[in-house]
């Protein structure tokens, strides 16, 4: 059983492109949430989702970002005409199930966007 | 909304020593705590899931423990060598999962 599998490792966008991040969670596992980790700080939630649904979406910009996580194949978060300050790393997290449960969550090794 | 604070930022102990690291939290209506390591460039790593019915978890050197009434739960690490050095995160999980900001921990030989 493979774990959380995040692509690409690396990204590099000019000004303005697109970055597209994908985040396969482990099998069996239905639950996602997704982070970003700015250099020499924490982690900051930016979406939780279900499958074909968002459940929380709080944390994150409300303009050029978005997340889906469709029924089918992994999850995605997008964020349209990047900018300089969305370089960082984003982490992808999946569990089995949301709360009421134990639900241990196990994390992919990251995706590190650099805009330049 | 759920704020978690670790504490302390950073930390610095020999080889050998016992040490304890805190996270707090504001709402204590969680279902599970969850603390993680994180090597430099890395991703996390799970090392204790507390349910919210439980006190304590251990696993190896590593001890966990969970009061929800007082939004307290500590790490302890026994004997601390060098590859613990690490920064060592606490999520908080309700109906998502907030994380601390982290304590960076080294371990001088």
């Known amino acids: 059983n493979a774990g959380v599998m995040q692509n690409p490792r690396h990204l590099v966008r000019r000004r303005g492109q697109e970055a597209r991040l994908r985040c396969s969670p482990m099998?069996?596992?239905?639950?996602v949430y997704w982070y970003r980790q700015l250099p020499e700080e924490g982690l900051k939630f930016m979406v939780y989702?279900?499958?074909?649904?968002?459940?929380?979406e709080s944390g994150m910009p409300k303009e050029r970002f978005s997340a889906e996580f469709p029924k089918e194949g992994p999850s995605i978060l997008r964020i349209q005409q990047v900018v300089r300050g969305d370089s960082a790393a984003y982490f992808c997290?999946?569990?089995?199930?949301?709360?009421?449960?134990?639900?241990?969550?196990?994390f992919g090794q990251g995706t590190r966007l650099t805009v330049v | 909304k759920q704020e978690v604070t670790q504490i302390p930022a950073a930390l610095s102990v020999p080889e050998g020593e016992n040490l304890v690291l805190n996270c707090s939290f504001t709402?204590?209506?969680?279902?599970?705590l969850q603390w993680f390591r994180q090597d430099p460039g890395k991703g996390l790593t799970s090392l204790l899931l507390i349910q919210s019915s439980q006190r304590e978890q251990t696993s190896g050197r590593l001890n966990a423990s969970l009061d929800k009434s007082s939004g307290r739960s500590t790490l302890y690490i026994a004997a601390s060598q060098p590859g613990d050095s690490a920064t060592y995160l606490c999520a908080v999980i309700n109906n998502d999962m907030r994380f601390g900001a982290g304590t960076r921990l080294t371990v001088k030989p």
């Open positions: 709402d204590s209506a969680i279902y599970n």
């Open positions: 997290a999946s569990s089995a199930t949301g709360h009421g449960m134990s639900t241990e969550a196990f």
């Open positions: 989702l279900q499958k074909e649904n968002i459940i929380d």
């Open positions: 099998k069996g596992h239905s639950h």
